[in-house]
């Protein structure tokens, strides 16, 4: 981490990350409120916003506005350094730090949870720094909370 939201009031969320090259195209999502921010420092990067694709060279910037629908990957053959912000940082590195565990614990695919109440749990609780494009957005609103209130009375906390 470069500068965490403590650090910086919330304004923001700053990070240096490396992507592993040959990594998995992640879910479409969006950001409800929050601006990203991406530099690539190493390596290459696709990119996917909106309709529209992209590689993302050693140098090259790219700005992501709040709700606008995108996908970021290491496609290639060599690992990726990217410098990423997010503002404002809301509880976007509780957020990461949650699903760094999940992925340790084997509870999390590329595709999602393996768990469907632990997902919709994640989702639910995370739904203003991080909301996936699929299902559609008024399947998440009357699913997510039933699941996530499942899911906590099943004792399946995230």
Do not use: C
Not at 90 to 118: H, I, M, N, Y
Not at 131 to 155: D, E, N, W
Request: no cysteine; charged share 25%; glycine share 10%.
């Amino acid at each position: 981490m470069v500068r965490g939201s403590a650090e910086t009031a919330g304004e923001l969320l700053e990070l240096e990350a490396t992507y592993e090259p040959g990594s998995v195209e992640p879910l479409e999502h969006f950001h409800p409120t929050q601006d990203e921010h991406f530099e690539v420092l190493e390596g290459s990067m696709e990119a996917r916003v909106g309709d529209e694709s992209t590689t993302l060279g050693t140098g090259d910037e790219l700005d992501i506005p709040a709700g606008t629908v995108h996908a970021m990957w290491n496609g290639g053959t060599d690992p990726a350094r990217v410098l990423w912000q997010t503002r404002p940082a809301l509880r976007t590195e509780e957020f990461l730090w949650r699903v760094a565990r999940l992925a340790q614990e084997g509870k999390l695919t590329s595709r999602g949870a393996r768990d469907p109440l632990v997902g919709a749990a994640v989702m639910r609780e995370y739904r203003a720094e991080f909301r996936p494009t699929s299902p559609p957005a008024p399947v998440q609103a009357v699913a997510f909370p039933v699941l996530a209130g499942v899911a906590r009375v099943l004792g399946r906390r995230s």
